[in-house]
């Protein structure tokens, strides 16, 4: 089977590497890919905005299924028009993909299906929402409302600052994201992720995660898309795991088929474990990068099959396996991300590093040069491992990026820590 994936990130190539040892795989081709992915597929300079173009292209190279990877296109109904043009497609459509475009849609939905999550008010002018949250006192969260790349999110520590952020975003500094707002209760506990592939109907559990958003080591500095994670999340116990789906996910993919949206594709749950148990923070409607690179690690079983039956409606029929152990990633960063930083700076090393014994390294942001691996983003690199253990699987991954020549990046050193600290004290 061809098959066509979406998208340009460390998600995507991990994805490209679990499909690309799948025995239906005729030929994967990735739009528009990056110099890692291209080891792995033939990469195509599509313009997936364009979703004329996207069919037509599906249509000539005789493509049997696309495999969306990032929350844009899916949130513009790609997923849709691919549908419509007669194309099987993993990923949600346009409305289910509301449950990450837009959090008054999520929070309603929790209403409605009695779902465990943070006490809210939903405004559209800046008065009423500094008057709600003046009543409810600080801490408190504010959020835009639609997609503002992870950037949309204050956690304010006073009402000062929550007042600020709420002036932010109506002065548009989150553009239309920002025109609608959420003013959250702030939930205190352990924050751990919950990935479920789901065909509208049947829900199949994948595996927990855990990321570090904060870009330096102690998780301090300014929020990124996320530093490193791994998986399994210690605290997401098999009893935690029951309770999520029976309390949270069962009643989103049975409130979503009734809203006439069923949700289709893997959904993406991130959880506050509170006192009183979990609570939804949030949904995304993708797999999270860099919890997909970890998740990949651990995935015994053929990936493909599994999307197929996702899309077919027919997970009922669909089991996968894991490794046991853990797996940890560590992202390469170019100096001064989230802030500014270079471009076109050359990665050696590579080669070394990846020969490392279960080891992966996923490319994030790179392209291939003049026969040279060079930095293209923000988040550059994943340096991937398994071990017995967080700690064996951590030391893995820093040994691996010891031999990565690229003085133009950088890498939190602890990576894991909580789990390790957590693993320790069990010992
Ligand atoms: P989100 O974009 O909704 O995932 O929010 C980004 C981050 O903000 C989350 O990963 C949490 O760390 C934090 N956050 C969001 N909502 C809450 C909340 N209600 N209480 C505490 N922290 C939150
Ligand atoms: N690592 C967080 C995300 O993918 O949203």
Known sequence: MNVLLIGSGGREHALAWALSSSPMLSR???????????????CVALDVADHGAVITYCTDEKIDFV???????????LADDLN????????PSKAAAQLEGSKTFTKELCVRKNIPTAAYGHFTDAEAA???TRKQGA???IKADGLAAGKGVTVAETLEQALDAIDDCFSGKFGEAGTELVVEECLVGEEA???????????????????????????????????????????????MCARAMEDIIL?????????????KGVLYAGFMITEAGPKLIEYNVRFGDPECQVLMMRLKSDLLPALMATADGVLDRTNLRWHDDVALTVVLAAKGYPGSYEKGSVIFGLEEAGNEEHVEIFHAGTALKDGDIIATGGRVLNVTARGATV????????AAITNIDWPEGFCRSDIGWRAIEREEQAA
Do not use: W
Request: aromatic letters at 8%; one cysteine or more.
């Open 28 to 42: 994967l081709v990735c739009a528009p890919g990056n110099g890692g992915i291209a080891q792995v597929a033939d």
């Open 251 to 263: 009643p989103s993919v049975e409130g979503m088929a009734e809203a006439g949206m069923p949700y």
């Open 193 to 239: 992720s919950f990935f479920v592939l789901c065909d509208g109907k049947n829900v199949l559990p994948l595996a927990t995660a855990q990321d570090h958003k904060r870009a330096y080591d102690g998780d301090e500095g300014p929020n990124t898309g996320g530093m490193g994670a791994y998986s399994p999340a210690p605290v997401m116990s098999e009893a």
């Open 84 to 91: 419509a043009a007669g194309i099987k497609v993993f990923g």
């Open 391 to 398: 700690r064996e699987a951590q030391d893995r991954a820093y």
């Open 67 to 77: 495999i969306i990877g990032p929350e844009a296109p899916l949130v513009a109904g």
């Open 130 to 132: 500094k008057a709600y």
């Open 139 to 141: 801490p408190i969260v």
